[in-house]
């Protein structure tokens, strides 16, 4: 396994004596636009949002470099002022979706008015089988409605996440994402495995990311044409467990709102193994893949997708740990 060199190019040297302040820095900041952004209605917050983000885009100059090479090498037939305008388009996006995770008590209150399903019914017919199911996502659209998805879904279940590491930020974040629908575990938390147990013998739904590359066992997939380290849990625990995995796919349309569409994209019965593992892992990337590639500038290109690279010929197990 070895890594993309070229991302090194856009490491900050960033000083550890000042790590402490910035971190408060950062969480002034958010605290300070969450008070405002509560006054404000949704769509002048939406604005101002997308105005963060053309800030961002001259400012961060690490998350644009990362952006716009990947971008470079995933769309090789755009010209380069619609890459620009792509890249624009990217972080206007990323500044909305950060003053709307803000909002998310006030879209709480009237969630039909801002958010609305379609397919959902396959999410409750899955359940029907009583295996419970892996509900697969990826950073499309604005992934932190999620938790509200669920209260309109009236399913119960839990997610696996990475926190900052910053304990203010942490608290903002889980303010924003808390649901008594949805259970937030942390990444490597000593009681992860037994609710991941927990929540398929009761029969609910495990919120899965799969568009990132993560410290855990993973599989080389074909992303963009391009190999990516991705996460093998969804398909893992589907076999295991015998489990229905459903894409849960949002987008952020015209006028504001958010559509959810929900898409079959395996069920039981599974052979089990590695071969079948990776071509499941290989078929739930390429269905997020499709997602993106309707509207590309609602996703993260600021994630270093490809770090990871094989060092021999795909497919092959990355030596993450769990």
């Known amino acids: 396994m070895g890594r993309d060199q070229e991302y090194n190019r856009f490491k900050k040297n960033k000083s550890s004596e000042l790590k402490g302040f910035r971190h408060f820095v950062e969480w002034f900041v958010l605290k300070t636009f969450r008070g405002g952004a509560n006054r404000l209605p949704m769509r002048v917050n939406q604005r101002i949002g997308a105005s963060i983000g053309r800030l961002a885009l001259k400012t961060a100059k690490k998350d644009r470099g990362i952006a716009e090479y990947q971008i470079n090498f995933c769309f090789p037939e755009l010209s380069e002022s619609e890459k620009q305008d792509l890249l624009r388009r990217s972080f206007e996006h990323a500044g909305i979706t950060l003053f709307e995770t803000m909002l998310t008590q006030k879209i709480r209150k009237n969630p039909g008015k801002w958010i609305h399903l379609e397919n959902d019914k396959i999410v409750h017919q899955a359940l029907e089988e009583g295996k419970g199911l892996v509900l697969i996502f990826g950073h499309i659209g604005n992934w932190e409605l999620l938790p509200i998805v669920y209260e309109m879904l009236d399913i119960q ?152 690279q094989p060092s021999q010929d795909l497919p092959r197990e990355t030596d993450a740990p769990l």
Not at 254 to 283: I, K, M, V
């Open 157 to 308: 279940g839990i997610t696996i996440d990475s926190p900052v590491g910053v304990g203010k930020l942490d608290e903002i974040l889980s303010e924003c994402r808390y649901s008594s629908n949805l259970e937030v575990i942390p990444r490597g938390d000593k009681n992860s495995a037994k609710g991941i147990l927990t929540c398929f013998r009761n029969n609910k739904a495990l919120l899965f990311a799969l568009d990132q590359d993560m410290h855990v066992k993973s599989v080389f997939t074909q992303f963009f044409g391009r190999a990516a380290s991705t996460a093998k849990g969804a398909a893992t625990m589907a076999q295991k467990f015998k489990a229905p995995v459903i894409g849960a796919f949002g987008m952020r349309v015209e006028d504001g709102t958010h559509l959810y569409r929900f898409e079959q994209l395996s069920s039981a019965p599974y052979e089990g193994g590695d071969e079948e593992t990776q071509q499941l892992t290989q078929s739930y990337t390429s269905a997020i893949e499709a997602q993106i590639r309707k509207k590309p500038e609602q996703w993260v290109w600021m994630h270093r997708r490809w770090k990871t």
